[in-house]
T-cell receptor, first 113, second 107 residues
């Protein structure tokens, strides 16, 4: 079945280390997105990509980096520059034309200690 | 002020009760989405609507474009409906999310 796979589900890292979160989709969607979710807040957009080898900053891109070398994959790196990295991270994908909804992954909970 | 506001923030109901969750938005939209997030964190799309009303089982979603308001109703609520319900709107190529309503249905 088609869908989005995020891995790992839980991730622990020491402060100061970079960490990369995986997101893979087999839906043939052109657009992919990374969101951060904090308690009591709506999802906030970190980065998005509408086509391979191109991506745009979202509302809270500082301290994060992404790549889009393949249509299926959109990994997110949380760098040591991110001041408060502990959060729940969600990946999503969608078509870029027409009024389609998003498909979400199951999320990665990152804890930095 | 957030572009998407949901109310209530938390809601506790007894099994069988009729539940309403409200969403107001302040931007022009192409569609409004109701999403469900279970404790594990994954998000499932319940409805996408741009006008009128949609029904799926015990769930009903309505939208009033003129008033920029949508409601999600759950009839005959059940403990398995316990989850966070999120309202989101799409405009251009962007999706904006409400903070969510945490629903707990007690047996």
């Amino acid at each position: 079945d088609g869908g989005i796979t995020q891995s790992p589900k839980y991730l622990f890292r020491k402060e100061g280390q970079n960490v990369t979160l995986s997101c893979e989709q087999n839906l043939n969607h052109d657009a992919m997105y990374w969101y951060r979710q904090d308690p009591g807040q709506g999802l906030r957009l970190i980065y998005y990509s509408q086509i391979v080898n191109d991506f745009q900053k979202g509302d809270i891109a500082e301290g994060y980096s992404v790549s889009r070398e393949k249509k299926e994959s959109f990994p997110l790196t949380v760098t040591s520059a991110q001041k408060n990295p502990t959060a729940f991270y969600l990946c999503a994908s969608s078509h870029t034309t027409g009024n389609y909804g998003y498909t979400f992954g199951s999320g990665t909970r990152l804890t930095v200690v | 002020k957030n572009e998407v506001e949901q109310s209530p923030q938390n809601l506790t109901a007894q099994e069988g009760e009729f539940i309403t969750i409200n969403c107001s938005y302040s931007v022009g939209i192409s569609a409004l989405h109701w999403l469900q997030q279970h404790p594990g964190g994954g998000i499932v799309s319940l409805f996408m609507l741009s006008s009128g009303k949609k029904k799926h089982g015990r769930l009903i979603a309505t939208i009033n474009i003129q008033e920029k308001h949508s409601s999600l109703h759950i009839t005959a609520s059940h403990p398995r409906d316990s989850a966070v319900y999120i309202c989101a709107v799409t405009s251009s190529n962007d999706m904006r999310f409400g903070a969510g309503t945490r629903l707990t249905v007690k047996p």
